[in-house]
């Protein structure tokens, strides 16, 4: 448009009513900081107030919303994040993850974090029993991490997390002492594996004693999710992999309450006899392994 | 539709990406327990997940937005409600407002019930000064609450609050003490009026500590509200009316941080000469009086 032509545009600043009010708020920040922080706002507030208009949002409705979203945010520590949760079973982690996480060619897939990674992980050697003292049929897990030619990513950090085999995760045991259980950091070693120890995981719950809670209820929906080991992998020189490792044949494969369950993350968790176990033990028990390879995405150039 | 002709349609369950999520989180709901929720809900996630896909959002501002929204609400006391702050920044709180309460046959216009409204305010009689030990120009204010035919509401209870002429609440003087300052409770006369002593109040910036002033800083808006008096005014069988008084000449009329100005709501505080007050008493100083009728609402049969 050629502005010298272009009349300016007087945006009214009175009595504004449900329509006109979204141009008053996006022309409020036509001097915004940057043009992504505007053009992202202005999407924002859009739908937003197409939302409100659409189904005629009610005061009391508004009351509920804002009581929701205060709840959600008292509810978040850096050991439960309710915010995260909600954004999971609204299916807006999914959608953003797949969104930023388009092509494959041959790389890992990537799922949702989740509200229940912590940072701070104890870094462990191979062959480290990450559940000692929690009940659980024991399994041991090889993965390896490598580059799309094969090659092994050497100066990989791994960090994984995961449930008991009740489904829950170190935080919320009750007579939960700040310790991290089943949780661990690894370096990968020069074939590029990570191999420890710990027990299969269960599927679970989501947390369902704030907000969150309340939509799954009002919705009827079940708050499963079906078990899986979490991996977050960052390499120098390699995007970030944030991933599950899901348990073939949970039954909450196909209802995931956060939307995340992918085919090329099902894997099976073989049952062995007990006898030898992958780390040069005798298992006294029956016992499961894990076998996986992750494939790193080269970084984009900046 | 005739549902013995329509095939079932098996609503996708893993591998979502970013645009077939949408479809599943909707069919997760089809059980809600009522057809609104259901609608709502519906419709917010739509808008939401389109949001997303529009911008192409990144993992790093969907993490900023966690962050943001996690802060809002950990900043949310009963004297300080950051999310109904953010909701007003974003004039969605205008639009809910607005929206119901379009048609106007005469009654007071409505406006936002704003972040410092606070529960348990004190009960005083008519003539009281609501502002007592707080510095600033005296104001005699004198309104009527009636029925569109002019019929004094007599059981009608009028919530007043506002800022001093700093421009600070009750709750935001450093050395605040807890008690309800420039806030009282009312009950109209016979004749519909009440009548009370406070100060003129001024412009002021929103509170620019939390999240929402990180949003109007990264797009340059200014915080300001124009001077106002809140009114909650409440009776049996009339809508609850939730207005300000505008203080007219005021410098941000136009500009209204949270967009609720209204023409009908704008007010001459007119000034007086030292002498003769409304109250009976003689005022050594210069004085301002403000009067205004307000119209309630029938309520609507239920």
């Not at 659980?136 to 030619?149: E, I, K, L």
């Not at 045991?173 to 995981?201: L, N, Q, S, Y």
Request: net charge negative.
């Amino acid at each position: 448009m050629n502005s010298q032509t272009q009349p300016e545009r007087q945006a009214v600043t009175r009595d504004l009513d449900e329509f006109s009010v979204t141009d008053a708020v996006v022309a409020r920040m036509a001097n915004a900081r940057s043009a992504r922080t505007k053009r992202v706002l202005a999407a924002l507030i859009r739908h937003l107030h197409e939302f409100a208009r659409e189904v005629e949002l009610t005061e009391a409705e508004w009351e509920y919303g804002i009581d929701f979203l205060t709840r959600a945010g008292h509810m978040s520590t850096p050991e439960r994040q309710e915010v995260i949760l909600l954004s999971d079973t609204l299916g807006f982690s999914t959608l953003v993850t797949q969104m930023n996480h388009r092509s494959h060619n041959g790389e890992s897939e990537q799922t949702v974090l989740g509200p229940f990674h912590r940072a701070g992980n104890i870094r462990y050697e191979h062959g480290a029993n990450i559940s000692e003292g929690i009940d659980g049929p024991p399994c041991f897990v090889n993965v390896t991490v490598r580059a799309p030619d094969g090659a092994p990513i050497r100066d990989a950090t791994v960090d994984v997390w995961h449930s008991d085999h009740e489904g829950y995760y170190d935080v919320a045991h009750e007579e939960w002492d700040g310790d991290m259980r089943m949780r661990g950091i690894f370096t990968p070693d020069a074939t590029g594996a990570v191999r420890f120890r710990t027990i299969v995981p269960a599927s679970y719950p989501v947390p369902q004693d704030g907000p969150v809670g309340e939509l799954l209820r009002a919705t009827a929906r079940h708050p499963m999710r079906p078990a899986h080991v979490h991996f977050k992998i960052d390499a120098p020189g390699f995007d970030p992999l944030v991933t599950h490792l899901f348990v073939n044949g949970d039954p909450y494969l196909d209802s995931d309450a956060v939307f995340g369950v992918r085919n090329a993350l099902i894997v099976d968790f073989a049952r062995h006899a007990p006898g030898d176990a992958p780390d040069g033990s005798v298992c006294e028990t029956e016992f499961f392994t894990l076998d996986y390879d992750f494939v790193l995405r080269h970084a984009s150039p900046v």
